[in-house]
C-alpha cells in the first residue's frame, strides 16, 4: 500500500485533521483535552511548530499550523503518537486511536488562511454543541476575540494582523468575519482543493506541481501523484461558465474538452456528467480542440486551466513512475 504524499517544506503552511479510529471519541474528558494542548506546546517548543488555529472536536481534531523548519512529519508524530501512548495508558487500552494518518492540507496561506480559519472556529457552531464560538473553551477562538489571553504557544498575530493594524480592531473585525457566517450553509472551503493534497490558486499549485513532479526515486506516492492532478469536473464546469458565460453551448464544449484533457478522469465518469456516451467525449473534445485554432478561443481555454492549476494528463503519465522525493526538497520556496 502506498503511503501518503507529505508535501514538506520551510515555511509551508497547513490545515491538518486527523479523526478517531472508526469515529470513536479521541477526547473523553476535559483532562485529555488539557494533555492534548500540553502536546501542542512542546510540539512548538521541541520542533517549532507554529500554530495559528485550533479546535478539538469530541473525534476529532483541526489545526493550522505552519513549520519554519519544514518538518511536518516529526511534529506530527509527536502530537498523535505522545497523546495516542497518553490515552491508551489511561484509560487502558491498546490499539491505533486516530482513523489511519493524519490529513496535511498544503494551503496557500495569504489566499485561504483567513477562510479556513472561520470555518474551524464555526465547528462547535455547525455541530450544535455552542451557539457562538466564544462560548466554546477548546478552540482558539476566544484567544481571536480577546476575551481570552492566547496561550504562549499559540500564534494568532499573523493572521490578525490581516484584519488589522491596531489589535482591537483587528479582533473586532475578525469576530465579523467569522460570526458573520454563522447563519450561512458553511460549506467546508477544502472543497475547493485542487486535490486532496494543495489549496490554492493556479500559480501556487503550479509552483508546488513544479518542484515536486520531477522527483528522484521510483514507484512511491503514485496514488498521490494521480490525486494531485485531478481537478473536479464540478469545478472545471463552474470556471468555464465564468469565463463563457454568455456563450453556454461554448461553455459546455470548453467544460468538456478541459475536462478530457486535464482532470484525469475516466471517460466513463465525464461521459456520465456530460450526459453522452465514452467515445462522444473523445469525438467532441476533437472538435472542439480544432475550434481552439482561434487565437481568443485558445486563450480563454488556457485562462481555464491556468486557473485551475492543470496539467496535462500525459504530463501526468510521465510523472506517475516518480517518487515525490520530500525529504530532498527542504530548500523550496512557493512561489
Excluded at 484567544?143 to 490578525?160: E, I, M, N, Q, V
Excluded at 514507484?219 to 464540478?234: C, M, N, Q, Y
Aim: charged content about 30%; aromatic content about 10%.
Amino acid at each position: 500500500m502506498a503511503r501518503p504524499l507529505r508535501i514538506e517544506y520551510p515555511g509551508a503552511f497547513y490545515h491538518i485533521t486527523s479523526r478517531g479510529n472508526e469515529r470513536k471519541d479521541i477526547f473523553r474528558d476535559d483532562k485529555d483535552r488539557e494533555r492534548f494542548l500540553g502536546y501542542l506546546e512542546t510540539g512548538v517548543a521541541r520542533y517549532k511548530a507554529v500554530i495559528h488555529i485550533y479546535c478539538l472536536m469530541s473525534n476529532h481534531y483541526h489545526l493550522l499550523m505552519s513549520t519554519p523548519a519544514g518538518n511536518l512529519s516529526q511534529i506530527l508524530r509527536h502530537i498523535n503518537g505522545g497523546y495516542t501512548a497518553y490515552f491508551n495508558k489511561r484509560h487502558k487500552r491498546a490499539g491505533h486511536l486516530f482513523q489511519g494518518r493524519y490529513k496535511a492540507i498544503l494551503v496557500d496561506a495569504d489566499a485561504y488562511a483567513g477562510e479556513l480559519s472561520r470555518y474551524i472556529h464555526l465547528n462547535p457552531v455547525r455541530a450544535g454543541i455552542a451557539w457562538r464560538p466564544d462560548q466554546y473553551r477548546w478552540s482558539s477562538y476566544k484567544a481571536y476575540s480577546g476575551k481570552a489571553a492566547p496561550p504562549r504557544w499559540l500564534t494568532p498575530d499573523w493572521l490578525l494582523l490581516y484584519f488589522g493594524k491596531k489589535q482591537t480592531d483587528a479582533q473586532k473585525a475578525y469576530c465579523f468575519f467569522t460570526e458573520a457566517a454563522m447563519a450561512e450553509a458553511g460549506e467546508d472551503p477544502l472543497k475547493k482543493a485542487t486535490s486532496t493534497l494543495i489549496l490554492g490558486k493556479g500559480d501556487f499549485v503550479d509552483g508546488i506541481r513544479e518542484k515536486y513532479l520531477g522527483g528522484k526515486k521510483k514507484g512511491r506516492d503514485i496514488p498521490a501523484l494521480k490525486e494531485l492532478t485531478k481537478v473536479s469536473l464540478e469545478t472545471i464546469i463552474a470556471e468555464s461558465e465564468k469565463e463563457l458565460g454568455s456563450k453556454p453551448e461554448l461553455a459546455k464544449k470548453a467544460a468538456l474538452y478541459l475536462s478530457h484533457r486535464y482532470s484525469g478522469r475516466s471517460l466513463r465518469e465525464i461521459g456520465e456528467r456530460f450526459g453522452i456516451g465514452e467515445s462522444a467525449v473523445s469525438q467532441a473534445s476533437r472538435r472542439f480542440a480544432g475550434d481552439m485554432k482561434r487565437l481568443t478561443m485558445r486563450r480563454k481555454v488556457e485562462r481555464i486551466r491556468k486557473k485551475l492549476g492543470m496539467c496535462r494528463v500525459k504530463e501526468w503519465r510521465v510523472a506517475v513512475g516518480i517518487t515525490l522525493a520530500v525529504s530532498a526538497v527542504s530548500s523550496f520556496v512557493p512561489v
